[in-house]
């Protein structure tokens, strides 16, 4: 591809600035909640964007969203690019947002190049990859992906008791949930461009990252049940204090992942709720959620087993009683060698180093990745500070993305 044009990269730019504007929070802050009302203007935005640069649009029913340049064989598996847009409170304007609008800016750049691709080329925008208002992640893509089954999809509630089906079809998704979930084969192959939200490819001073394996969490909901009391009247030795043996349990999980012999094993306790919360109160209650993630299953799988463990024997020792419950268990995900292998190929002929590495945090494709072939493409990540309103990729870490992106798009689509 010797005559490869000029990236738009100021009017990208722009785009993105455009789409952060669209935010239930002022500026510099970004919020955008699936099936909000800054959502449905963001949605609106880009196929706008869509329309403008003549690709077919199509919207399933839990509202993830497919922008279409035909290829000269329509009948063919199209070739897939894309990523998300809603945001976390108090988020950046880069995760998942470079992945939509650089995909589409790559498919521009081959439209002005006047490339004819022969598979068809996707954009997708999937619903809710972030986990916030129905406490499950990626959703729309497991949906598709069969990683999710449409009972569980029926079941699901935000925190104010309103359902998918309700907000779904409040947003104009009316489509019958069973309509989603797609074949083996719905993407001939499917490449996804993201921000790294790690600080690796910065410093190391390399243009991108060609992920070759995707980590995958096991998210589980511990509950600790001891006995309450007034802290100065109950002494230490007939305590059955639940914040201790909660504290017991979360060294626990950090010395399983510490010993597990990989450094891709990661473990996280991000939510402790004590009850009642005084300071004169001896704790009686406490609920953890944990996070542990690798991109080896059975390794990640022993550190639940040894949390499982711990569990019994504090139990058993401090006289609590200790439920589990897994919350998911996602398997990991290997990236397709022959995708990795135009993306290798594209950097190396867009002059771009680059590095293999493993993405830690997971994506949409991890579950695109269950119904077709799949990598991703990293670019760097400022202080690897991502979910935060100062996360950053420069203009030229952008547009080097996107270049060795649209190369591909044009070697898979060929």
């Known amino acids: ?243 201790a043996a909660a504290s017991e349990l979360i060294l626990a999980l950090e010395a399983a992942a510490r010993s597990s012999g990989a450094i891709d094993t990661v473990a996280t306790v991000g939510i402790c709720e004590v009850f009642p919360g005084a300071v004169n109160s001896i704790p009686s209650r406490v609920r953890l959620t944990t996070d542990v993630r690798d991109t080896d299953r059975a390794r990640r799988d022993g550190v639940l087993a040894a949390l499982e463990a711990a569990s019994k024997e504090v139990s058993a020792r401090r006289g609590v009683k200790v439920t589990t419950e897994i919350v998911n268990a996602d398997p990991p995900t290997i990236c397709d060698t022959a995708i990795l292998a135009a993306l290798e190929a594209s950097a190396i002929a867009a002059g771009k180093s680059y590095k293999k590495m493993v993405a830690r945090a997971y994506h949409d494709s991890s579950f695109v990745s269950c119904i077709a072939p799949t990598a991703m493409l990293f670019i760097p990540s400022r202080g690897g500070v991502s979910h935060r309103p100062d996360e950053y990729s420069s203009p030229q870490w952008i547009a080097n993305g996107v270049n060795v992106l649209a190369r591909t798009l044009a070697i898979l689509a060929k």
């Open 1 to 243: 591809m010797t005559t490869f044009p000029d990236l738009s990269i100021e009017g990208l730019m722009a785009e993105l600035m455009a789409l952060a504007q669209i935010s239930e929070a002022d500026p510099p802050v970004v919020t955008r909640i699936v099936f909000s009302e800054a959502d449905m203007r963001a949605r609106s935005y880009l196929k706008e964007l869509c329309n403008a640069a003549g690709l077919s649009i199509r919207e399933d029913a839990i509202g993830n969203t497919f922008a279409r340049w035909d290829g000269a064989e329509p009948d063919l598996a199209p070739i897939g690019t894309g990523s998300h847009i809603d945001a976390i409170p108090n988020a950046g304007l880069y995760d998942g947002c470079v992945g939509v609008l650089g995909g589409l800016e790559a498919i521009r750049v081959l439209q002005r190049m006047g490339f004819k691709p022969r598979r068809s080329i996707e954009l997708v925008i999937f619903t809710s990859e972030e986990p916030t208002r129905f406490g499950i992640g990626c959703l729309g893509s497991r949906v598709m992906g069969n990683a999710l089954s449409i009972e569980k999809a029926h079941a699901l509630r935000d925190q104010e008791g309103h359902g998918l089906d309700e907000l779904r079809t409040q947003a104009g998704f009316t489509g019958p949930l069973e309509s989603v979930p797609a074949p083996f084969g719905r993407f001939h192959q499917f490449v996804e461009l993201h921000i790294e939200q790690g600080p690796y490819l910065e410093e190391e001073g390399l243009d991108v990252g060609l992920v070759t394996h995707i980590a995958a969490p096991a998210s589980q909901n511990i509950l600790i049940e001891g006995e309450g009391g007034h802290a100065g009247g109950k002494l230490m030795p007939g305590r059955k204090d639940a914040l």
